[in-house]
């Protein structure tokens, strides 16, 4: 298991940020205190949660009340310390995110029988009257699902379960979809092991026998790009295990999922996204219904792209996906980035969008 140590935390907020870093080492050392008793289901010292929870939030470049409450956010739940002290070493914010947590563990402990997946939801997001709680339930989850091969197999399967009942949609309703991927593709490791074995295999195939054509592809449209006075960046991607599955469930084959095969293209502004778009078009033949325009049209979850499908070397079907750098953010981390940069603003978006009308 890949873990990180509190250095690496520190050299990562401090990349991004002129946060107050001794109130970082206190929170990390008074969860540390707390938590010394108890271990990890992997027998590590649970400190290495809170610990990883906090990292991965850094590096979605997270405030420094929310890496704060991420180092704490099990002590109240699990140990002797309390939410008075926690504000009264920290402050009122780092309470109330610590609280939110801690309200939202409970819940998926105890009220599971009663409440259909939909009014949990309802209810988890009803709790978080700041977005930031969801965000840390969120990663939290997250670390819980990478170490979840330590725990029986009854846990795991109630819990890969529990992932994409409740948490899964809720990473998509704020738009956090490389939390959401990565959450969705651990629980269907665990949910059908077979089935996701056999995608993975024929996953890996068709990336050994399709790398050299795609990397030929991205050098000829880089050095158009080139001529024409666009600047980009490309990244070769392969759909994942279970957007496959699930494109598989609707009758597709395997040989016919239009977006198995993508580019992604990031450049600096609207306008070369679409002049970026016309000579792919002009170069590569578009196949039909297969053109989305979400940057004149964004998702709810506020997500911009353009997709287009076209034939490419060898015939073989292929995705590009073309956006700036700044909606690159977004995809990645949906609202979650706007809240960072932006604070309350991206709080009114979010209650909004939060609203499961
Ligand atoms: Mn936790």
Redesign the pocket.
């Known amino acids: 298991m890949n873990t990180v140590s509190y250095n690496d935390l520190e050299k990562l907020v401090i990349s991004y940020s002129t946060f107050d870093i001794p109130k970082l080492r206190r929170a990390y050392e008074y969860a540390k205190k707390y938590h010394q008793e108890q271990k990890r289901a992997s027998g590590e010292p649970y400190i290495i949660?809170?610990l990883n929870?906090a990292y991965i939030l850094a590096s979605m470049h997270a405030d420094i009340d929310t890496l704060c409450a991420a180092l704490l956010?099990?002590v109240v739940e699990d140990t002797e310390s309390t939410l008075d002290d926690v504000e009264k070493r920290f402050n009122k914010t780092v309470r109330d995110l610590v609280d939110g947590v801690t309200k939202m563990?409970k819940l998926d402990l105890n009220n599971k029988k009663e409440l259909s997946a939909i009014n949990l939801r309802r209810l988890i997001v009803s709790l978080a009257d700041d977005p930031r709680i969801i965000i840390i339930k969120l990663v939290?989850r997250l670390?819980?699902m990478r170490t979840l091969e330590y725990k029986s197999l009854e846990k795991q399967q109630e819990k890969a379960l529990e992932t994409l009942e409740i948490y899964v949609p809720l990473a998509y309703y704020i738009g956090a979809s490389k939390i959401k991927d990565e959450l969705e593709n651990i629980a269907f490791k665990y949910l059908k092991p077979s089935l996701y074995g056999d995608i993975k295999k024929q996953r890996d195939d068709l990336k050994k026998e399709t790398k050299e054509i795609l990397e030929e592809t991205e050098k000829m449209v880089q050095s158009i790009f080139k001529k024409n006075g666009i600047k980009a960046k490309f990244e070769i991607r392969y759909k994942d295990n279970y957007s496959i599955y699930k494109k598989l469930l609707t009758n597709n084959k395997f040989e016919t999922i239009h977006d198995m095969l993508s580019i992604k293209v990031l450049v600096k502004n609207i306008r070369d996204c679409y002049l970026a778009l016309m000579l792919i078009h002009e170069n590569f033949t578009p196949i039909n219904n297969r053109f989305k325009d979400y940057i004149a049209k964004p998702k709810t979850n506020m997500y911009r792209s353009i997709h287009t499908t076209v034939f490419g070397a060898d015939n073989h079907l292929l995705q590009f996906q073309i956006r700036t750098f700044d909606m690159e953010r977004v995809a990645i981390f949906g609202l979650t980035s706007y809240w960072f940069k932006y604070k309350n603003n991206a709080k009114n978006y979010m209650k909004k969008d939060l609203d499961f009308r």
Request: negative net charge.
């Open positions: 949660h809170p929870v956010h099990d563990t939290d670390h819980n």
